[in-house]
């Protein structure tokens, strides 16, 4: 077997006595992070989404970028109204997506049925690190609280980007907005076309692979044809609304282990690299987030 | 449902009579192009993996930016060498690699051992369509011949980028290149730091969904934990070994054509879109490539 990334390579580098020593990497910065630059994600900030199989994926609501439809969603999910929902369209290199019919099964009460138009926000109240490298798609692009983002300085707007696993509400033309009953995430190349004009409500951070790998819809879109072919949600409930030992905990990482994180991302010089890139795309960062066990009682 | 593109939603415009017409789509774009603007793919420059159930899977090989490697595929499908290997890799939102252990199976003749460092090449020579919009990666991003590039005007050098569905050639630690037999697939967000640092050899054009919607691999790096796991292909074979009647044939869009999609892609403003970005990536440009039948007999 052959390995195309860097993880094995420079320990296989390390166990040869005759090669000079391995390099760091990004991974041995995230191994290595002091527990103070690891940032506790909320509970309350948390959809654990239960498939009928019994699969799960955690997402991080982006509550400080869309409050309004982050407030539905956090709704919807304490009313139940995912329970029974269907996972319909998975579009190769694109999204899946996932919800009711809303014109089936109406929304539960304290459900804003027309949210604001939640695309972009003021940069003001975000500490924002910036990447530094150039993007197609906005003047400049970073992160803020975890979140990958881009940005405008003239504007002062800010907008979370469409980078692999974030989260956005379904819409018809505008001015519908969605109202976060229909979600989904990308499974691909990040669709950054779709940026400032979609609420991104979130992020997949646990389990992503019950959803990127179902097989992709073979109708336009990626619909299913055949409906039965749709995939079953058992529930999608807040973590916070579960009982404390059932709850999964997440942390991301900050601080200066992140931007070490995100130097050696731009800067692979660990042995299998030849030519460091010294640069790296918004959405080829991947900020770390890892799992914690529950504090001992 | 709610939808998260432009095509419905165009169309869906268009049948609103009080509506006006909807504006032109990249898919627009793609339906009406002429046939001048279609460039027939030659058919030994296609590789068709079937997989052992059935579904089949076309790459196309780059043969102007990596000709060693390349021949040594031909070279290893001639001789039948992938029938009966398994993709035995699939790491979520980066690769999915299938091959063979060459200390298992020798090469057959005619492949080289160890082929030159085809990691990039000289500009000379090729037709560049410039992109013009920035790369957090390369000096400057554009087209040659349908295949997506970063180019560097200072030392006349070219190399293909990592895209989703481009296809690498798996390696150990430098000066080892690979030979071919052992290849990977981007299943992901474009991991651009692999660029200028392995063999770039083609990319899957047709049937990609039997590789992305593959389980995930559960240890490190996405290879199956249990080699029962793996996923075996029933043979790799040039198109153009095939009987006439059995081969697929393609074309790619270029021309006036793709410059007008590349245009539209970077600036929706279909009826879906409020905020068209005025950019786009190099990777989530996408070239249209599409299946033709056999011309009449």
């Known amino acids: 077997m052959r390995i195309i990334v860097a993880l094995l390579a420079a320990v296989s580098a390390a166990a040869m006595a005759a090669d000079p020593p391995a390099l760091k990497t990004p991974n041995d910065v995230v191994a290595g992070a002091p527990a103070k630059d690891w940032v506790a994600i909320p509970a ?48 190769d290199n694109y999204v899946v997506q996932w919800g009711n019919n809303e014109s089936d099964k109406p929304l539960p009460a304290g459900v804003v049925a027309k949210p604001p138009a939640e695309y972009s926000r003021s940069l003001k109240g975000l500490t924002v690190v910036p990447l530094g490298f150039p993007d197609a798609y906005a003047p400049a692009v970073g992160f803020s609280g975890g979140w990958p983002m881009a940005y405008d300085l003239k504007d ?18 505008s001015p519908d907005t ?14 950054r076309h779709l940026d400032r004009n979609i609420a991104v409500v979130g992020r997949v951070i646990s389990g992503f692979e019950a959803m990127t790998a179902l097989p992709r819809g073979t109708e336009a879109l990626g619909f299913y044809k055949d409906r039965s072919s749709d995939v079953p949600i058992k529930s999608a409930k807040l973590v916070s609304d579960l009982s404390p030992d059932a709850q999964p905990r997440f942390e991301y990482l900050a601080g200066d282990s992140f931007a070490e994180y995100v130097h050696l991302r731009a800067n692979r010089h660990d042995a299998f690299y030849i030519r460091p890139a010294g640069g790296v795309d918004v959405c080829n960062v991947g900020v770390p987030v890892r799992a914690v066990p529950a504090p001992a009682k």
Not at 156 to 173: F, I, K
């Open 44 to 91: 309350g900030d948390l959809l654990q989404i239960e498939l009928a199989d019994g699969r799960k994926v955690v997402l991080q609501l982006a509550t400080q970028f869309a409050p309004v439809h982050v407030a539905n969603i956090k709704a919807l999910a304490r009313a139940g109204w995912w329970d029974g929902a269907k996972i319909y369209r998975v579009q």
């Open 178 to 191: 969605g109202t976060g009953g229909e979600l989904y995430a990308v499974i691909g190349h990040a669709p």
């Open 156 to 173: 002062e707007s800010a907008n979370l980007t469409h980078c692999y696993g974030m989260v956005g509400v379904g819409r018809d033309l």
